[in-house]
T-cell receptor, first 114, second 113 residues
Framework: DGGITQSPKYLFRKEGQNVTLSCEQN?????MYWYRQDPGQGLRLIYY???????QKGDIAEGYSVSREKKESFPLTVTSAQKNPTAFYLC?????????????FGPGTRLTVT | GENVEQHPSTLSVQEGDSAVIKCTYS??????FPWYKQELGKRPQLIID?????GEKKDQRIAVTLNKTAKHFSLHITETQPEDSAVYFC????????????FGAGTTVTVRA
C-alpha cells in the first residue's frame, strides 16, 4: 500500500473556505490524477497531470484547482466555488498516461464542508 | 466522451458460487478495460485488465471477457470467497495521448457464508 500518500484522512471545513488536499508519491510516476468518489457514482476525474508543470481538466473540474510543481506532488484545492464539495477524494498515479498503465491509488481524504 | 454503464449495482452470492458483473461502453475507439476492487475502507486496486486485441483473460479465479462488437465486457469471479466482498469498478479508456479512464458506477458484491 505504500508509495502514494494523501493527507489528511479526514478534513472538516466551513462553507466559503478554500481547502487544499495533499497527494505525494515516491513511485517516480509521471502521471497523477485526482478523482472524486460519491456513493453510486463511481470515480469521476477532476484533474490530471502527465508531466511536471502541466495539467488538464477532467470531467468535473469546476470549483477545483491543482498545481504540479514537483514530480512527486499534486495538491488539489477545493475552492468556495465548488457547489457540493463534501465527498471522498482519491489521488492516483501511474508510470505514464499513454499506454494504459495501472493507476495506483492513495488512501483518500474524506472532506466534509458544513 | 466515453460513457460506461455497470450492472448490477449490488450483487449477493453464496460462498462458492460465481459472480458476474457486466459493463457497456459507448465509444468504439476504447481499447483498454481495467477492473478495480475496493474493499471497505481501502483504496481501489487493479485486479485484472484487458486490451481490445484479446477476447478473454484469466487470472486464477477471476476472468474478464470482451465483446467489441457489442461494446461490453464482463468480470467473472468463480468459487467466491468472503474476501471477494468489495466494490468492483469497471473502466474504459481510449488509446492515444492521455488514456483517461472513465469508470462505471460500481458493483457492491457481498459473499454470504
Amino acid at each position: 500500500d505504500g508509495g502514494i500518500t494523501q493527507s489528511p484522512k479526514y478534513l472538516f471545513r466551513k462553507e466559503g473556505q478554500n481547502v487544499t488536499l495533499s497527494c505525494e508519491q515516491n513511485l517516480n510516476h509521471d502521471a497523477m490524477y485526482w478523482y472524486r468518489q460519491d456513493p453510486g457514482q463511481g470515480l469521476r476525474l477532476i484533474y490530471y497531470s502527465q508531466i511536471v508543470n502541466d495539467f488538464q481538466k477532467g470531467d468535473i473540474a469546476e470549483g477545483y484547482s491543482v498545481s504540479r510543481e514537483k514530480k512527486e506532488s499534486f495538491p488539489l484545492t477545493v475552492t468556495s466555488a465548488q457547489k457540493n464539495p463534501t465527498a471522498f477524494y482519491l489521488c492516483a498515479s501511474s508510470l505514464a498516461m499513454a499506454g494504459g498503465y495501472e493507476q495506483y491509488f492513495g488512501p483518500g481524504t474524506r472532506l466534509t464542508v458544513t | 466522451g466515453e460513457n460506461v454503464e455497470q450492472h448490477p449495482s449490488t450483487l449477493s452470492v453464496q460462498e462458492g458460487d460465481s459472480a458476474v458483473i457486466k459493463c457497456t461502453y459507448s465509444d468504439s475507439a476504447s481499447n483498454y478495460f481495467p477492473w478495480y476492487k475496493q474493499e471497505l475502507g481501502k483504496r481501489p486496486q487493479l485486479i485484472i485488465d484487458i486490451r481490445s486485441n484479446v477476447g478473454e483473460k484469466k487470472d486464477q479465479r477471476i476472468a474478464v471477457t470482451l465483446n467489441k462488437t457489442a461494446k461490453h465486457f464482463s468480470l467473472h469471479i468463480t468459487e467466491t470467497q468472503p474476501e471477494d466482498s468489495a466494490v468492483y469498478f469497471c473502466a474504459a479508456s481510449i488509446s492515444g495521448a492521455d488514456y483517461k479512464l472513465s469508470f462505471g458506477a460500481g458493483t457492491t458484491v457481498t459473499v454470504r457464508a
